[in-house]
């Protein structure tokens, strides 16, 4: 049982900089479901691919995100979540509007569209992994330093809950942004949100002093 004076969870974990990183944590869920149920139609009703293709397709952003995670912590070790963070998410809003290139430019022939979608979506899957070594961290970072009990649990109840909120608002998310502006317009979207959350998270630590 806790102490009267022992640190309130729930007060811990409605702090401002745990706030922004916690919808963080929801914006990449969302951007990672979004892309993966907007891709697949786009492959196939835009470029023409295949199902067997498609899939090869998007087996590479889960790939690189588990290829770049090594390097990823790397990071994270050498700079802290802290700056981790950031600069994973910025390596993300750069990497979203790789994917709808072909829509814009014009379509190469069929080897180097293959080659080109191959790497945009193995770029943004390594991406990926570098924003996600260094969110999750800084969660557990910010909970520790507010003193909250329990901050592992707290911690993890967190970031499994809102990811999971994410996961769900992703597809919805992705499917209107495609009705109404197209597929190159959406991946311009859910970069700009990714790019206006996290950025509001960095400011927010940067006001308390985190």
């Known amino acids: 049982r806790l102490s009267q004076d022992a640190p309130n969870p729930l007060r811990a974990a409605m702090q401002g900089p745990v706030l922004m990183v916690g919808a963080s944590v929801c914006t990449l869920a969302s951007i990672t479901s979004g892309v993966e149920t907007a891709l697949p139609?786009?492959?196939?009703?835009?470029?023409?691919?295949?199902?067997?293709?498609?899939?090869?397709?998007?087996?590479?952003?889960?790939?690189?995100?588990?290829?770049?995670?090594?390097?990823?912590?790397?990071?994270?070790?050498?700079?802290?979540?802290?700056?981790?963070?950031?600069?994973?998410?910025l390596l993300c809003v750069g990497s979203l509007p790789l994917l709808a290139v072909p829509v814009v430019a014009p379509a190469p022939a069929w080897a180097p569209l293959v080659a080109q979608q191959a790497a945009a979506c193995a770029t943004f899957g390594a991406a990926q992994s570098a924003m996600a070594v260094g969110l999750f961290p800084l969660l557990m970072q910010l909970l520790e330093a507010s003193e909250a009990p329990h901050a592992s649990t707290?911690?993890?109840?967190?970031?499994?809950a809102l990811f999971a909120l994410g996961l769900a608002l992703g597809p919805p998310l992705s499917g209107v942004l495609m009705t109404c502006c197209?597929?190159?317009?959406?991946?311009?979207?859910?970069?700009?949100?990714?790019?206006l959350v996290t950025g509001l998270a960095s400011a927010v630590q940067w006001a308390h002093g985190e």
């Open 41 to 89: 139609l786009h492959l196939h009703e835009t470029l023409g691919f295949e199902s067997d293709h498609t899939g090869y397709i998007l087996a590479l952003i889960s790939v690189s995100y588990a290829v770049a995670s090594y390097p990823a912590g790397l990071m994270c070790d050498r700079l802290g979540p802290r700056a981790a963070m950031p600069l994973g998410s």
């Open 154 to 160: 707290l911690s993890s109840l967190i970031s499994n």
């Open 182 to 195: 197209g597929f190159a317009w959406a991946m311009c979207g859910l970069s700009g949100l990714l790019l």
